[in-house]
Structures are given as C-alpha cells and as structure tokens.
Nanobody
Framework: QAQLRESGGGLVQAGGSLRLSCAAS????????MGWFRQAPGKEREFVAA????????YYADSVKGRFTISRDNAKNTVYLQMNSLKPEDTAVYYC??????????????????WGQGTQVTVSS
C-alpha cells in the first residue's frame, strides 16, 4: 500500500507560482500512474493533472492547461505540480493520488487507489 504526502502549498499572490510535491513511501513508485486533484470550499473535487508511470504521457484540465506542469522523478519517488500564473480561482486543497493501472491516465478520482492528505493553496487577488 502506498502512502502519499503532499507539500509545498501556501499563500501566494495572483500571478505567482508554487511547486507542489508528493512523496510516496513505496520504492515501487514507478508502478503507479499519478494524478493531482483539488477541492475548493463548497465545491466537488476536480481533476487537475495526471502523468503515467514513466512520465511520457501527461494530461491536464482545461482550466490549468498552459499554466501547470506535472512531472515525476521515479528515483526520488516524487511527483510534482508546478503552478504558474496562479489565479484566485486556483485556491483549493490539492491532493495527489496514485493509480495501480500505471499505463493509463485517468481523470476520474474513483479510479485512483491511494490518496494523500492534501495541501492548502491560497491565491490572493
């Protein structure tokens, strides 16, 4: 069972940048496809970005395309979310998730097997 821990959240002004990290406990990190999701107050959880096991395939929500970049370092058991040009509407708790079916990227939260506790991102206007 993988344990995931997010870090890197915080308070930033609109137009600023943050880099989120998600460290996995398992040494077989490259067995998983990884995803980032977010949930704003009073809203449902939504897909942000995903990456397959090798890092060769990525996918983004339209709302973040061109501003966010997902990447992974399998040697460090870590997936990243670089967030640039942040907007107030990006304010949310951000969660990373791991999917055992590592070859296929998914935008659906219920298709992920393990979740982190989340990290708060707040973008002020």
């Amino acid at each position: 069972q993988a344990q995931l821990r997010e870090s890197g959240g915080g308070l930033v002004q609109a137009g600023g940048s943050l880099r989120l990290s998600c460290a996995a406990s398992r040494r077989t990190f490259n067995s998983y496809a990884m995803g980032w999701f977010r949930q704003a107050p009073g809203k449902e959880r939504e897909f942000v970005a995903a990456i397959n096991w090798s890092g060769g395939s990525t996918y983004y929500a339209d709302s973040v395309k061109g501003r966010f970049t997902i990447s992974r370092d399998n040697a460090k058991n870590t997936v990243y979310l670089q967030m640039n040009s942040l907007k107030p509407e990006d304010t949310a708790v951000y969660y990373c998730a791991a999917r055992v079916l590592r070859w296929v990227i998914s935008t659906f939260g219920h298709e992920y097997d393990y979740w982190g506790q989340g990290t708060q991102v707040t973008v002020s206007s």
